[in-house]
């Protein structure tokens, strides 16, 4: 039975708990939530449960350690077992070293986009998409909460060249097949002046780690 | 900050009521009037570097107090920038020709494999308001280009910049390559960017991690002091 996650407003603003009385509980942001659902829907793992902490914490990095510690503290008593679904998300290590304190695992990798690409993958590229500005799907579709209006250019559309000059191409990394968010994409890429390219990814790092949490 | 900017004439301000008008304006991004308002204050016989100081960074040190706690953000702190910039490039030919003092030299760039300058820009632009030389070598050096502007020009500082947690990294290879080459104790480091901390500035044998660009410049500066006050007690 597929289980029923809220909008995606509510995943970046609120996040969300996806409970089935299970004994491992999935911590992850916001911005993955519907590709765990998936990946857990997908394998049956009805032993997991999920709770989604607001995506919109990427905004403010510095803010991720704590709000992961506060969230596997309240849930620690209610499950057996919890897995932080969170790279290191711009924490420069200190998510990583939270979780080591915590005793809990967390996905390796520098950021979502890197362990969907597949982190060895994405480390072999190098510098050579060094200039490259990439979206998951979730961050396609909110593209205005993440991007647009953060970074002021609903405001101030001038900022653009000052804040993506340095970028040359926006990279769709696809989690699903689907046209109208390859078509988000592109305007995306268009308002920001950058070239365009789409790579299908699928769940990549994300689900041979939560395989390994399942077992 | 004030809903009425379009009736005030800023040639009619006094000195004082200009000096506030332009915190006012950098705060808003108002290049325009900045602009206007530098030429105002030359044009009353003030010195460049008062304008600079007392208007422009004394401006700029307020943005960035509102910027560090959270009441202003990026776009925000990037509008007021560009119009310090207008201010600026009236400025600096200007100071040149009347002797201000100069602080110290700093040799600045973002890290190799990273594209981001948002950060290293505001801090360039501050030391430069504060008094120091900046040499910028811009986005994705390798550790020569430090190492080769560190020793052309003569530098007191270095910073790097990183925004990813890929590229900080690269940091320690360009300390580690001034220590091999005997050169570490000769220059000040200072690193930042959004995912650095404390404990990695110092885990990768920087003299200091700077948070925003206002600690970049007292930091430099207390660092400046100490180095000058060792000089003149040896």
């Known amino acids: 039975m597929t289980r029923a996650l809220p909008d995606d407003q509510t995943l970046t603003e609120e996040g969300a708990l996806v409970a089935q009385n299970g004994k491992s509980l999935i911590l992850a942001c916001g911005a993955l939530a519907r590709e765990i659902i998936a990946v857990i829907d997908l394998n049956g793992w009805k032993h997991m449960d999920l709770k989604c902490l607001p995506a919109k914490l990427h905004l403010y990095p510095d803010q991720i350690s704590d709000a992961v510690e506060a969230a596997v503290t309240q849930h620690s008593q209610a499950y057996d077992q919890i897995f932080v679904a969170y790279a290191d998300c711009g924490t420069g290590g200190l998510l990583q070293a939270r979780c080591e304190a915590l005793g809990v695992k967390m996905i390796a990798g520098p950021h979502c986009y890197a362990f969907f690409d597949g982190n060895q993958t994405f480390a072999d590229r190098g510098d050579a998409e060094m200039a490259a500005f990439y979206l998951t799907d979730f961050l396609v579709k909110q593209f205005d909460a993440f991007v647009w209006k953060p970074m002021g250019l609903d405001r101030h559309p001038q900022l653009r060249d000052m804040l993506f000059g340095n970028y040359e191409t926006l990279i769709y990394l696809a989690q699903t097949e689907n046209p109208d968010l390859d078509r988000q994409a592109k305007a995306a890429a268009d308002r920001l002046g950058l070239a365009y390219e789409r790579r299908f990814t699928g769940y990549g790092d994300l689900a041979s780690h939560m395989k390994n949490w399942a077992s | ?234």
């Open chain 2, 1 to 234: 900050m004030s809903d009425e900017e379009d009736d005030i004439i800023l040639s009619e301000l006094d000195d004082d009521e200009l000096v506030q008008q332009m915190f006012d304006d950098l705060y808003d991004g108002m290049k325009e009037e900045i602009e206007e308002a530098v030429h105002i204050l030359l044009d009353r016989g003030w010195m460049p570097y008062d304008i600079l100081t007392k208007a422009l960074v004394e401006g700029m040190r307020i943005v960035g107090i509102d910027f560090r706690d959270g009441i202003l953000f990026v776009p925000e702190v990037l509008l007021a920038a560009n119009a310090m910039k207008g201010g600026m490039g009236i400025l600096k030919p200007l100071l040149a020709e009347t002797g201000a003092p100069r602080l110290g030299k700093m040799v600045i760039g973002t890290v190799k494999g990273d594209i981001h300058d948002i950060g290293k820009n505001l801090v360039s632009m501050m030391m430069e308001g504060a008094g120091f030389e900046v040499v910028d070598l811009g986005i994705n050096n390798p550790v020569e280009n430090y190492i080769d502007a560190l020793e052309k020009e003569d530098a007191d500082i270095l910073g790097m910049s990183a925004l990813l947690t890929t590229t900080m990294p690269y940091m320690k290879v360009v300390i580690d390559t001034l220590v091999e080459k005997g050169m570490r104790e000769d220059y000040i480091v200072l690193v930042g960017g959004a995912p650095l901390n404390e404990e990695f500035g110092k885990a990768i044998g920087a003299n200091a991690y700077c948070r925003d660009a206002a600690v970049a410049v007292e930091t430099a500066k207390d660092f400046m002091a100490r180095k000058h006050n060792q000089m003149a007690s040896a």
